[in-house]
């Protein structure tokens, strides 16, 4: 059985590889099927693991995804300007209710980034259901009371989505690749 600890390696790794820039839509399209598989793989094993140890894997991942997406999107012009970046596809990928941060965007439309100010960790239900509205599915999801985290699919894009709780409030964190 994988440890807490590699399960939020993974997760992380995942993460990060949903989010790559710089890089050709097909390396883009490999990184997201292998950071797909690993989270897939890892909630199949959280699933078996409860109390503490779920609670604390998922406050770290939360915790890490500002980390992950200065990586990830590091030179492409993240911003805290309260808009969704350049080329993001609003009319596929709905937004849960909120107040946008800002985000960021790959080159040439590799992937986008947008985080959204949410009243509450609640809020990813109501983001799961309108991904699930529009066309969506789950591959992999695990919530608690401070962090969500899921992995969705439509025909065009995939979507890592968290929510996680902050002094600031609660934020939730769109990761958008095409497929």
């Not at 009371?145 to 709780?165: C, E, H, I, K, Q």
């Amino acid at each position: 059985m994988r440890t807490p600890r590699t399960l939020i390696a993974a997760v992380t790794a995942g993460i990060a590889l949903a989010g790559l820039t710089g890089c050709s839509a097909d390396a883009v399209r490999q990184a997201t099927d292998l950071g797909s598989s690993v989270a897939s793989n890892v909630s199949e094993t959280v699933q078996g693991i409860d109390g503490k140890a779920v609670q604390d894997g998922m406050a770290s991942v939360a915790g890490g995804i500002d980390g992950a997406l200065d990586a990830a999107l590091s030179g492409s012009g993240v911003t805290s300007d309260g808009k969704v970046p350049d080329g993001f596809p609003s009319a596929d990928v709905p937004l849960v209710d909120g107040t946008v941060l800002g985000g960021g965007a790959g080159p040439d439309g590799t992937g986008w980034v947008v985080q959204v100010r949410v009243a509450s960790v609640d809020e990813f239900g109501a983001a799961d259901e309108q991904l699930a509205a529009a066309g969506y599915t789950e591959s992999a999801k695990r919530a608690d009371a401070t962090s969500a985290f899921g992995l969705f699919r439509s025909d065009a894009y995939r979507v890592v989505l968290t929510v996680s709780d902050s002094e600031a409030g609660a934020t939730a964190t769109y990761i958008v690749t095409p497929r």
